[in-house]
C-alpha cells in the first residue's frame, strides 16, 4: 500500500498520510512535508519523495526513492517547546534510523506516541504491521495482519497503553487440506483458536485448477494460512497481551 499522494513539485502539504488514517485510525499530524526528490537516472521514471511528519513530541521521517520500501525510516524525539528540525535528507540532529532488520518499508501513521508501519512486500495476502513506541525509539509489537482494524488508545497521553484490533494471520508448517485434524490441533495449541477448523477447500481448489495437471496432486501439502480477528492490548510499559476475539476465520494455501 503506497501511503503518500503525490502533490504539486516543490510544494510542502498538510495531509492525511495513509488510507488508514483517513478512515480514522490514526491521528492527524500537525505538520507534513512532502517534497520531491531528485530522480535516479538509472531509474528515472521512479519519482522520489521525502516526508516528515510532526506530531506531538518527535517526527517522522520517510526517505523514498521510488523503489519497493522506503530507503530510510526515522524518528527524531522533539522536547518540550522544541521546533521541528528543517526537513532534509541528511539525519538531523538526535535522529533514530529505524533498523532494515526490523521490516519496516513504508510509514503508516500515528496514534498517541505509537507510530506504525508496515512491510514494502505483500506475504501471504497480508503484510507485517510494526508499532514503535516514538517517544522511547522501542519496537512494542509485530505481527502478520490481513488488515488493521481498530486502534485506540487506553488511558491520557503520555503514559497510555494501545489497543489493536486487526485480522491477524497464522501460517502453519502443516496443511488443513492434507491432515484437517492433526493440523488444526496445531494451530489451535499455537494460536488459542477454538472450535472447528475453517473450510480449506475451496481455495485449495482453486489452487489446484491453476496449476498444471501434473502438479495438482501435490497442491494438498501446501502450508496453510489461517485468517482471524484478534485484539492487543498494549499497557503502558510495553507488555502485551493478545486475545482472539469472535469472527469469520478463514483459511487459503501459503504463496
Not at 538509472?42 to 520500501?69: M, S, T, Y
Not at 530510510?72 to 535522529?95: F, N, S, Y
Not at 505481527?143 to 497503553?161: D, F, M, N, S, Y
Amino acid at each position: 500500500m503506497k501511503l503518500f499522494s503525490l502533490l504539486m513539485a516543490g510544494l510542502s502539504a498538510l495531509c492525511c498520510v495513509s488510507g488508514a488514517q483517513a478512515a480514522g485510525l490514526f491521528d492527524a499530524p500537525l505538520a507534513h512535508e512532502h517534497l520531491p526528490l531528485e530522480r535516479d537516472p538509472v531509474n528515472p521514471q521512479a519519482e522520489a519523495w521525502l516526508d516528515c511528519i510532526v506530531h506531538p513530541g518527535f517526527v517522522v521521517k520517510q526517505v523514498d526513492r521510488g523503489e519497493v520500501g522506503a530507503e530510510r525510516l526515522a524518528i527524531t524525539r522533539l522536547a518540550p517547546g522544541q521546533k521541528a528540525p528543517a526537513c532534509r535528507v541528511a539525519p538531523a540532529r538526535g535522529e533514530r534510523t529505524i533498523p532494515e532488520s526490523d521490516g519496516a518499508g513504508y510509514f503508516m501513521g500515528v496514534k498517541g506516541r505509537f507510530a506504525f508501519f508496515e512491510s514494502a512486500d505483500g506475504f501471504n495476502g497480508g503484510s507485517y504491521l510494526l508499532v514503535y513506541d516514538a517517544l522511547n525509539f522501542r519496537k512494542l509489537h509485530e505481527a502478520l495482519i490481513e488488515r488493521l482494524e481498530a486502534v485506540e488508545l487506553t488511558g491520557p497521553a503520555p503514559a497510555t497503553g494501545l489497543r489493536l484490533r486487526y485480522r491477524a494471520m497464522h501460517l502453519a508448517d502443516c496443511s488443513l487440506r492434507q491432515d484437517l485434524a492433526g493440523c488444526w490441533a496445531v494451530i489451535q495449541r499455537l494460536t488459542g483458536l477454538q472450535g472447528d477448523a475453517p473450510d480449506c477447500a475451496a481455495a485449495y481448489e482453486q489452487l489446484e485448477n491453476d496449476l498444471p495437471p501434473e502438479r495438482r496432486a501435490d497442491a494438498a501439502a501446501d502450508p496453510s494460512v489461517v485468517g482471524y480477528t484478534l485484539e492487543a492490548l498494549i499497557d503502558p510499559a510495553g507488555r502485551i497481551e493478545r486475545k482472539v476475539l469472535p469472527g469469520k476465520l478463514e483459511c487459503w494455501p501459503a504463496e
